[in-house]
C-alpha cells in the first residue's frame, strides 16, 4: 500500500514586468551599477538575475529554510503514518488467511478501523499540502512586494523604463551592462529585517 506523497513549494519568482517611476529619491549608498544601460531610441532598460536573487537575498533564504523544514515534517508525518497504515493491513491480511479472527464481524470491524484509517491519512495528507501551499503563497506575495517596493524607490534615481528578470533561458542574451542584480540584491539586504524568530533563522 505505497502512497504518493508530495510536498513540494515553487522557488521561481512569476516574471518581473515593472514600469520605472520617475520621482526623485534619496540616493543609495550602493555602487553605481556598471555603464548607462540605454537602449535604442533612449529606452533604459535592466534585468535582474533571478537565481542569483533568490540565493543571495536574505529574506529568501531565511524563508525558503522555513519552507523546506516545514515541507520535510509533513513528509516524514505521512510517511510514518503511512508504514502504520501498511503494517495494520499486512497484519489484517495475514490474520484473515489464517482464520485469526473469531467471527466475521470482527474482521468487518478491523477492515473498517483499517479504511478509516486510510482515510485519515488521506485527508492529513490534504490538509499538511494545503497548509504549505497556503505558506508558500504568503512567501511569494511577500516577496513580490519586497522587490516591487524596492525597485519603486530605487527606480526614482536610476530612471529606468522597463525592469525585467533574468531566469534561465528566458533571455537569450542580455549585455551585461544591463544587469542591476548586485544592486538589488545589496539594496534589498540593507532594508531587510528579519520578522523570523531566532531560532529560525540561519546561524
Same mark, same amino acid.
Given at each position: 500500500m505505497k502512497r504518493n506523497i508530495r510536498f513540494c513549494f515553487p522557488l521561481a519568482m512569476a516574471a518581473l514586468l515593472l514600469s520605472s517611476c520617475n520621482n526623485s529619491s534619496p540616493k543609495m549608498d550602493d555602487k553605481p551599477v556598471q555603464g548607462s544601460a540605454t537602449a535604442t531610441d533612449g529606452m533604459r532598460i535592466a534585468y535582474v538575475e533571478v537565481d542569483s536573487l533568490m540565493s543571495q537575498y536574505e529574506f529568501c533564504k531565511? $524563508?525558503?529554510?522555513?519552507?523546506?523544514?516545514?515541507?520535510?515534517?509533513?513528509r516524514n508525518t505521512i510517511t510514518q503514518k503511512g508504514k502504520q497504515l501498511q503494517a495494520a493491513a499486512a497484519n489484517f491480511q495475514q490474520k484473515l488467511q489464517n482464520n485469526g479472527f473469531t467471527?466475521?464481524?470482527?474482521?468487518?470491524?478491523?477492515?473498517?478501523?483499517?479504511?478509516?484509517? !486510510?482515510?485519515?491519512?488521506?485527508?492529513?495528507?490534504?490538509?499538511?499540502?494545503?497548509?504549505?501551499?497556503?505558506e508558500t503563497a504568503k512567501y511569494n506575495n511577500a516577496l513580490r512586494d519586497s522587490l516591487q517596493n524596492f525597485l519603486?524607490? $530605487?527606480?526614482?534615481?536610476?530612471? $529606468?523604463?522597463?525592469?525585467?528578470?533574468?531566469?534561465? !533561458?528566458?533571455?537569450?542574451?542580455? !549585455?551585461k551592462k544591463f544587469d542591476i542584480t548586485n544592486d538589488v540584491i545589496n539594496g534589498l539586504n540593507k532594508r531587510y529585517k528579519s520578522t523570523l524568530k531566532d531560532g529560525a533563522k540561519k546561524k
Open positions: 531565511e $524563508y525558503m529554510a522555513v519552507l523546506q523544514k516545514k515541507s520535510n515534517n509533513a467471527s466475521r464481524e470482527q474482521a468487518e470491524s478491523v477492515q473498517a478501523a483499517i479504511q478509516r484509517q !486510510d482515510q485519515d491519512l488521506q485527508e492529513l495528507q490534504s490538509r499538511l499540502g494545503a497548509e504549505l501551499d497556503a519603486k524607490d $530605487y527606480n526614482k534615481t536610476k530612471k $529606468y523604463d522597463l525592469i525585467i528578470s533574468k531566469a534561465g !533561458d528566458n533571455i537569450l542574451f542580455a !549585455d
